[in-house]
């Protein structure tokens, strides 16, 4: 059981320094504390690089609320080059908020106001720590919602999302939490603020929106965003279909999106009892009926068979369930209690992004590494494109560290196969730790410009150290 009081502890100058800029309330240094923030929701099972969760603790957690404290909150740790780890709503399940390198975790979740919804440019703007959850209620008050939809809407903030470059149930019709963006507010390393422009194209130089997207807060603190809002559809229609084959059924998929066909959800999912497309039509009326009627169509054409529409009701209703057992069985617990609540678990979930052409052929090379290696495939998927292909997989032969040993096996050897294929070996949840010995392989002579940028906006290197090959 870890203390949760502050005991006798005695402030040293960082945490006076800290406590002069939020207050000493939003300082917080309890073994209790530092223990529950210096984690997210990737369980050590799934760590099969060197690094060890256990052992990697913070110095401080710093709650600022505002920009202007997060500024001086960085200027403080840049001048003494002390590590800084954005925390959002620590729900990642990649350990990116592991705090490698010890140092101040800085939390926003204080910065979460909803701070403007526009019904005519279709945006809002809002702080870092808005939680998804919230804004789908503010945006609800306009008859508008958001088109990041992920699991985790309960528990994951908005800078979070777009740290990881998540990808959501609406991903088909709208993209990754990345194509929503339209402009951020940053804390850059040295501690001043970048403000992007509110506009959705530019030509007047590179887009710098992208530096921040999907790094992880390598490269600086976001603060606000300004992100892309849609109108509440017309009409909603659920379809069902049930194929004989996996490739049968993602080459209709393939088809659909071809033929500029973008339903709000495309789910292709094998598993033992079958393998069910779901699909999810949105929008004005007539545009739904016609989406539907030729999705229908080209279902039955790839040796599709229309179903009821309940399994996909289902799926859509249930969607959320795993984010909201999270939030009231894990958040902000301590780590060994989070890693606990449901004992070790021998599976792995691995999202990998491959052209199009190359799927059905990857599949089947996995296929061939897991024979006979004691672990199998208890699910495929797509999700929402078909480049996108998801594997859950499991050991259940052995004891825990056969199990691990058996995975970690098997895990790397299908990650780097999807590299050598022309993918990448993640398309939603970032890198983290779990992925991090891998990234220079998939990123080539990429890595070495990341890690000029890296140099030259952090030469200190105190943002988020060690992710991203950094």
């Not at 958001?146 to 740290?163: E, K």
């Not at 617990?333 to 059905?360: A, C, Q």
């Not at 024979?371 to 594997?391: C, D, H, K, N, Q």
């Amino acid at each position: 059981m870890i203390d949760k009081s502050k005991s006798e502890h005695q402030a040293n100058p960082l945490e006076i320094s800290l406590a002069d800029i939020v207050g000493k309330d939003n300082v917080l240094t309890s073994p209790y504390d530092l223990d529950r923030y210096s984690a997210d929701a990737l369980h050590p099972f799934r760590v099969y690089s060197t690094t060890n969760l256990a052992d990697q603790i913070a110095q401080v957690v710093v709650r600022p609320a505002s920009t202007d404290e997060v500024a001086k909150i960085v200027t403080l740790a840049n001048s003494q080059k002390i590590p800084l780890v954005p925390y959002g709503g620590g729900t990642g399940v990649m350990g990116g908020t592991v705090p490698i390198q010890g140092g101040i975790i800085v939390d926003v979740s204080r910065m979460n106001r909803v701070l403007e919804i526009n019904p005519t440019d279709l945006t809002a703007r809002v702080e870092a720590g808005v939680v998804l959850a919230d804004l789908v209620d503010a945006l609800a008050e306009h008859s508008l919602m958001p088109g990041h939809d992920p699991y985790s809407v309960p528990i994951a903030t908005v800078a979070g999302a777009i740290s990881t470059n998540g990808v959501g149930y609406r991903a088909a019709a709208f993209g990754p939490m990345g194509d929503q963006v339209v402009a951020l507010e940053v804390v850059l390393p040295d501690g001043q603020i970048l403000n992007t422009r509110p506009v959705p194209i530019q030509s007047s130089g590179p887009g710098l929106n992208q530096l921040f997207i999907g790094s992880e807060g390598s490269f600086g603190i976001i603060t606000k965003a300004t992100i892309k809002v849609f109108r509440m559809p017309e009409a909603q229609s659920f379809a069902t279909a049930s194929f004989d084959s996996f490739d049968a059924g993602f080459n209709a998929a393939a088809e659909l999106l071809a033929l500029g066909i973008r339903p709000t959800l495309l789910d292709l999912t094998e598993e033992d009892d079958g393998i069910l497309l779901h699909l999810l039509f949105e929008g004005f009326t007539e545009g739904v009926v016609a989406q539907e009627q030729r999705s229908k169509q080209v279902c039955a054409d790839f040796g599709g068979r229309n179903i009821d529409s309940e399994p996909t009701l289902a799926y859509w209703r249930d969607r959320h369930q795993s984010g909201e057992n999270y939030k009231s069985t894990a958040l902000g617990k301590p780590r060994k209690e989070r890693w606990n609540r449901t004992g070790w678990r021998m599976f792995d979930y691995l999202h990998l992004g491959l052209p199009i052409s190359k799927v059905l052929e990857y599949r089947k090379r996995c296929d061939d590494i897991l024979e006979g290696s004691g672990v199998r495939t208890v699910e495929y998927a797509i999700w929402s494109r078909p480049e996108l292909f998801s594997m859950l997989m499991m050991c259940e032969e052995g004891t825990e560290d056969q199990a691990r040993e058996s995975l970690a096996r098997v895990v790397e050897e299908v990650l780097i196969l999807a590299q050598d294929m022309g993918g990448v070996m993640e398309y939603c949840h970032g890198v983290g730790v779990k992925l991090n010995h891998l990234l220079a392989r998939e990123l080539g002579v990429g890595q070495d410009v990341v890690r000029m940028l890296k140099k030259t906006l952090d030469p200190s290197n105190i943002m988020n150290p060690g992710k991203l090959g950094l």
